[in-house]
């Protein structure tokens, strides 16, 4: 366990130096007169304390506005060595959890990613959609190719997290630079995907699977996409004016077993809980119960394969998620090109996933 005065390099990010203070799992580290908190298990010592202290009796002190003391300086910054590419702001948000195996109750540590040749001043709050008041979370600078730890949450903190706000102003130290306009970036956060394992997924700046945000990628800030749902409707009316025939020839389709198949609206409805498949689970194995479930899916599918944009909603239920990844592999492989995502959660909660054709 690395301790006060070690000289260390952090695990997954570029730097390192000096350990300052330490608070809790946090190691505040010096690199250059920058106190940066990183998280006591991301730090690999490289010197112990006792080859280090000359260095630390020869190092001039140098503060900057890291964290959230407001009443910190910036005295001193060293500037720092360019990469090729890195005059393009590419900014990330994400949440790592520590123990991914138990979302329900493991903590997530929180980190903003600067790739890019340009120090950040920046912001990170949160609000619950009942106000418009914010909460900042973290408050402080983050030098070029770093990614800087910002926090530890639980599941209890996300009810209060359900907007995101982070302000950016990108500078250079020492050396001509290209100005970036300053960002203020506003969004909504499905605090729901903190709980499903799937939601995370691989990224190029962890080691692990994460939930990520791209505030800016190639200088291009994240953006909303506003939709205006009456030029929609009425180019779908248009679309279908042209497209329907003045003739239909009649179609006989068979139909599932209603136990199991219901149509709501435009939207159909497969309850897969082996339940609702046969009377009784006498005699049966998990494995031909989830080849029944699997079957119904296919049979599904494959009644529907010619009904473009016809939705259908699987309920597989929460459970182990046995059952929803074998049809994830059946939708990867099998019947891939067709829109996956989750049903509605506040009709289906976790259980459910809905393909459109």
Not at 34 to 45: D, Q, S, Y
């Amino acid at each position: 366990m690395a301790k006060i005065g070690d000289r260390v390099r952090f695990l997954h990010s570029v730097g390192g130096g000096i350990i300052k203070r330490i608070e809790g799992n946090v190691a505040y580290v010096d690199d250059d007169g920058f106190e940066i908190p990183t998280l006591l298990k991301e730090c690999v010592v490289v010197a112990p304390a006792a080859e280090t202290v000359e260095r630390i009796a020869a190092t001039p002190e140098k503060a900057v506005a890291v964290g959230n003391d407001a009443s910190q300086t910036t005295v001193e910054m060293a500037p720092a060595e360019e990469t090729p590419g890195g005059d393009s702001l590419n900014i990330v948000l994400a949440w790592e959890p520590q123990n991914p195996k138990n979302l329900s109750q493991t903590e997530f540590d929180t980190y903003l990613v600067n790739d890019s040749n340009y120090y950040l001043y920046f912001t990170y709050s949160t609000r619950p959609n009942e106000t418009n008041l914010w909460n900042i979370r973290y408050a402080g600078i983050v030098e070029p190719g770093i990614q800087v730890f910002l926090e530890s949450i639980k599941g209890t903190d996300l009810p209060e997290m359900d907007r995101v706000n982070v302000q950016l102003i990108a500078f250079k130290k020492d050396r001509p630079y290209m100005m970036k306009n300053p960002v203020a970036i506003d969004l909504p956060l499905d605090t729901s995907k903190f709980f499903k394992l799937h939601c995370f997924r691989p990224n190029i700046y962890f080691d692990t699977e994460v939930i990520a945000i791209d505030l800016v990628k190639d200088d291009r800030p994240h953006v909303r996409a506003i939709i205006d749902s009456s030029h929609i409707e009425e180019e779908i009316r248009r679309k279908k004016a042209i497209d329907k025939p003045k003739r239909k020839p009649v179609e006989k389709r068979s139909l599932p077993s209603q136990a199991t198949v219901r149509r709501k609206g435009e939207v159909i409805e497969v309850d897969l809980h082996i339940q609702e498949l046969v009377d009784s689970t006498a005699g049966l194995s998990n494995a031909d119960m989830l080849n029944m479930q699997i079957d119904r899916f296919r049979k599904v599918m494959e009644e529907n394969l010619k009904n473009k944009g016809q939705k259908i909603v699987f309920i597989h239920g929460k459970g182990e998620g046995v059952l929803r990844q074998a049809l994830m592999k059946e939708l990867n492989h099998r019947y891939k090109g067709h829109q996956v995502q989750d049903a509605s959660f506040r009709e289906y909660g976790f259980g459910a996933t809905q393909v459109t054709i």
